[in-house]
C-alpha cells in the first residue's frame, strides 16, 4: 500500500509542483537579498536580520518565514488528499475486495502522510541549505548582537529546529488526515484545515500573552508552539531542547494532537462504511 501511495500520490505533478513552491522560497529570498551578503539585513532583527551572514542562516531564516503557514497548508493539502483520495476516486471498497485490510490501508496512508511532512520541511530546508551556500558562502552561525555559533553547535541547533518543526507539521497533517478521513470530500478536509490554521494564528496573535481568555485558548491549541524553535538560534550560549520550556510543552501538545487525530481517524476508517 505504501508503494501505491507515493505513487499515486506524492509523485502526482499536483504533489510535486506544491513540494517545488516550498523549495522555491528560499531560493527567491536569496536571490532577492544577495546584495545584502555578509551584512544585517535591513536592520532586522532575529534570524531574518542575520540571514545573508551564511547558508545555515538563511535556511533556518527562509524556515521561520515558511514555517507559520506556507509550509502547513502544504502539508494539510497533502495530507488530506491521501486520506480522502480512495473515496473520492469511488475506489475504497474495491481496495478492500482486493483485499486490503482496514489496518494495513491506514498504516499506509498514515506512512506516506509522514514521509510527505518530512519532505516538505526538509525540501525547504535543503534548498535554503544550497542556495545559501551559492549566494552567501559557508561560514560561522551568525546571531545578532551576540558571539557567532561554532558549526558543531549551528548545526546541532539546526537539526532540533528542523525536528521540531517537522514535528509540528505532522500534528496540522494528522488534523487534515483526520478530517479528510471524516468527511466526503478531501476539499472540504483542506478548507476546513486552512480555516483552523488561520483563525488559530490570529487568534494567537492577538491573544494577551498575561492572561485572558483568548489566551487560555490560544495555548491549548498546537499553532501556539509552532514559533518556539528560533529561540535556538537566536540567543547566545548553550541552550538546547530540554531549557526551553515553551518548546517541550510544544512537542508534548504535537504528539497530543498527533495521537487524537490518528486514533480519530482509526475509529472512522474501521466503523464506517467505505463507500460513505
Known sequence: MLRVELRTQILRLRTLIALGCVAAVP?????ATATSA???YNNQDGLFGASTYSALNHAMASLQFTGPLLLPI???TLAAAIASADRDWGILRYLYVAPVTRTRLLIGKLTAVTIAAVTAVGGNVLAGVLTGLAVFGWHPFHIIDAPDLPTAAALGRALAATAYLTLCMLSIAAI????GVLLPRGAEAVAITIGFLVAASILNGQADPDGGVLHTIAVALPVHYWQSWPQLLERAGSPDVTSLPSMATGAVAQVATIAVS???AVLVLRHRDPAA
Open 38 to 40: 555578509g551584512h544585517r
Open 176 to 179: 487534515a488526515f483526520a478530517l
Open 27 to 31: 531560493v527567491a529570498a536569496g536571490l
Open 74 to 76: 502544504v502539508v494539510a
Open 262 to 264: 490518528v486514533a480519530l
